[in-house]
């Protein structure tokens, strides 16, 4: 290879000097593939790329996600065959994006992982390199991964066509696909990094304005901490909606899924752990927290009704295609309008007349939609007094199926306690299948939605 390749290609990345370390040199490289990144305006491509990866891994460790997939087997009865989908369709998806982002570097068409080896590796070899093997090859690594990858899929075919697959075989392709994860350092140094500056931007403009106002440096720190990982959980929730309404095979919003689970604990720890206490050592900020401390809580009622209340569901025995893609759409509802509530409120502590709908695009508020469910409330309150002063005119089922309506559409957007009430409500209604007890359980039902109207009144007061 002509010197001159080198140079010209060598123009992407940062000027060296004889006195960085290995681990230096490494850095500018990746920050250089970032950079470059960025200029091909593919940032968000490298964000999918990081957030499958990481879904890969909490779909392959998460206790969570074991315990609802195995409840009602016993370990000799588990078929892993769900595990094995899962990990073929997210690694379709991963070879696509492969694709896209090993693009072409130069007009001489060396690709980074050949300019690496040829400027870095070979001219360094007297020095360690921890983040690299002691094997190393000028071939792209991405490359090299997508052949893994197709090879891989087509051994995860293979496994599919049995009747079931043990845990031993999943165990085993698990490994498999460690192994070559762990021997790609562009890959392995991107799932290392919690946060990457050109990928976490805030562009929205009223948020970073509140965050460089700060004048406090660990208030500006830990309130840009804050709104990062709370975009992050909304950039997922996205990812999510996108993947339900594009693709056939729903379970493969499942690893995704568990990376939201992840994130959205990332999120609370964070809350609780470092940016509340931060806000308590500001004596004016303290007189504020009130409201903020009370939709903290909220949050983690929403989080609850989500991995507590509506992904169980997703992997009952009766689930059909249509109530898990309900489920999986729940998710996303109840996420984002949580999100965006308790952005807007930490918003407001620094900026009193901020509104949500500056803030993001497609925003409701949950006191605005509280007006629309309470509608749909009274109606449905209206039809079982109808019911009980003409029975003769309104069947059970038609009460059932205005319920049914409720939930379909409406549900998600009642707080947790009257969340949770309605649908122990619905279980105990559907329990008594028209017998004697449906209409004491109804009356109940009934006073129920009463105490529920009311309450939305005085919120809205």
Request: aromatic content about 14%; some cysteine.
């Amino acid at each position: 290879m002509e010197k001159r390749e080198v140079e010209n290609i060598g123009e992407f990345f940062s000027k060296e000097s004889g006195a960085l370390t290995p681990e230096r040199k490494w850095e500018e490289i990746f920050s250089g593939w970032l950079d470059k990144i960025d200029q091909e305006k593919m940032m968000l491509n490298l964000f999918e790329l990081k957030l499958w990866f990481e879904s890969i891994e909490e779909f392959n460790s998460s206790p969570y996600l074991e315990n609802l997939a195995f409840k009602h087997h016993a370990p000799g009865e588990r078929n892993y065959e769900f595990y094995v989908f899962g990990l073929q369709q997210a690694s379709a998806r991963i070879t696509s994006l492969l694709k896209e982002l090993d693009f072409k570097k130069d007009s001489y068409f060396l690709n980074f992982e050949e300019y690496v080896v040829e400027k870095m590796l070979e001219q360094n070899m007297d020095k360690s390199f921890p983040s690299l093997k002691e094997l190393y090859s000028p071939e792209s690594w991405f490359y090299s991964f997508r052949i893994f990858l197709q090879s891989f899929r087509n051994l995860l075919s293979e496994i599919l066509r049995l009747d079931q697959v043990s845990q031993r075989a999943y165990l085993s392709i698990k490994k498999l696909y460690h192994r070559e994860l762990l021997n790609n350092p562009i890959l392995i140094s991107l799932l290392k990094k919690q946060f990457i500056s050109k990928m976490d931007k805030i562009y929205q403009p009223d948020i970073s304005s509140i965050i460089a106002a700060c004048h406090d440096k660990n208030l500006r720190k830990n309130l840009g901490i804050f709104f990062i990982l709370s975009f992050r959980v909304l950039k997922i929730n996205n990812f999510i909606e996108l993947n339900v309404d594009k693709s056939k095979y729903l379970d493969l919003a499942i690893p995704l899924a568990l990376s939201l689970k992840k994130n959205m604990d990332d999120l609370i720890h964070f809350n609780d752990s470092v940016l509340f206490p931060c806000l308590q050592t500001d004596p004016e900020l303290k007189k504020k927290l009130g409201p903020l401390g009370d939709i903290f809580k909220s949050f983690q009622l929403e989080y609850r009704k989500i991995w507590e209340g509506e992904l169980p569901f997703y992997f009952a025995s009766d689930s059909s295609k249509i109530k898990k893609r309900q489920m999986i759409q729940n998710i996303v509802v109840i996420a984002e309008v949580a999100l965006q509530e308790l952005i807007e409120t930490v918003a407001r502590l620094f900026k009193p007349g901020i509104l949500g709908s500056s803030i993001f695009e497609k925003y409701v508020s949950r006191k605005h939609k509280s007006i629309e469910v309470k509608k749909k409330l009274i109606r449905l309150h209206t039809k079982i007094n109808d019911y009980f002063a003409h029975r003769e005119s309104i069947a059970p089922s038609e009460i059932f199926f205005d319920i049914n309506q409720f939930m379909e559409s409406d549900l998600n957007y009642l707080l947790y306690k009257d969340w949770n009430e309605f649908l122990g409500y619905y279980d105990n209604l559907s329990r008594t299948n028209f017998s004697a007890e449906f209409e004491p359980t109804l009356r109940s039902f009934h006073s129920f939605l009463t105490r529920v109207l009311k309450e939305i009144v005085s919120e809205k007061k």
